[in-house]
């Protein structure tokens, strides 16, 4: 089945406590991105990818990294995690986003205490 | 910035009457995704427009593009419990495959 894994689903973890969400798709596609929604503001673009090495900051990239060192994969990362990132991740994929849209994947809710 | 507005904010209708999301942008839209969203989980791909005029249906759910491709509407028909959730409107609006959203409609169908 084509699909956007994301992993963990849920993650509660403590401020400063590097941690890293994965992302994996099986679909070949050139783009990835990763999301975050926010109550009120909705849903707003960390970083994406047009293909391996190849990453872009997108609105809101402070305090995440990311790396595409192989196509399928697109882990997030953050290094010293804090309150203000608790929120709800998506990553997703694309052939060409412009032209298909963009798969989804399920979502991880995070909270940083 | 380029920035998509969503109205209404939030829909509570009876089940089995007809509803309308619109989403709105101030540029031309190059291609409007329309994604609906069950609270808390990932977003499903309900239909994308590219040209202007465009109308697609699914089920009961029709999307439409306006002639200026700056609009779009999200007509449901005899909405059933099986449409709640938030839909998400999405654009590409400087052709450089960045994909923007809207913030959101959240839709309740009261039995």
């Known amino acids: 089945e084509a699909q956007v894994t994301q992993n963990p689903r849920y993650l509660i973890t403590v401020t400063g406590k590097k941690l890293t969400v994965t992302c994996s798709q099986n679909?070949?596609?050139?783009?990835m991105s990763w999301y975050r929604q926010d109550p009120g503001l909705g849903l707003r673009q960390i970083y994406y990818?047009?293909?391996?090495?190849?990453?872009d900051k997108g609105d809101v990239p402070e305090g995440y990294k990311v790396s595409r060192k192989e196509k399928r994969n697109f882990p997030l990362i953050l290094e010293s995690p804090s309150p203000n990132q608790t929120s709800l991740y998506f990553c997703a994929s694309s052939l060409s986003p412009g032209i298909y849209g963009y798969t989804f994947g399920s979502g991880t809710r995070l909270t940083v205490v | 910035s380029q920035e998509l507005e969503q109205s209404p904010q939030s829909l509570i209708v009876q089940e089995g009457k007809n509803l309308t999301i619109n989403c709105t942008s101030s540029k031309t839209l190059y291609g409007l995704y329309w994604y609906k969203q069950k609270y808390g989980e990932g977003l499903i791909f309900l239909m994308m427009l590219q040209k202007g005029g465009e109308e697609k249906s699914h089920e009961k759910i029709t999307a439409k593009l306006d002639e200026k491709k700056q609009q779009s509407s999200l007509h449901i028909t005899a909405s059933q419990p099986s449409h709640a959730g938030i839909y998400l409107c999405g654009a590409d609006a400087w052709r450089d495959d960045k994909i923007i959203f809207g913030k959101g409609t959240r839709l309740h169908i009261l039995p």
């Open positions: 990818s047009m293909n391996v090495e190849v990453t």
């Open positions: 679909m070949n596609h050139e783009y």
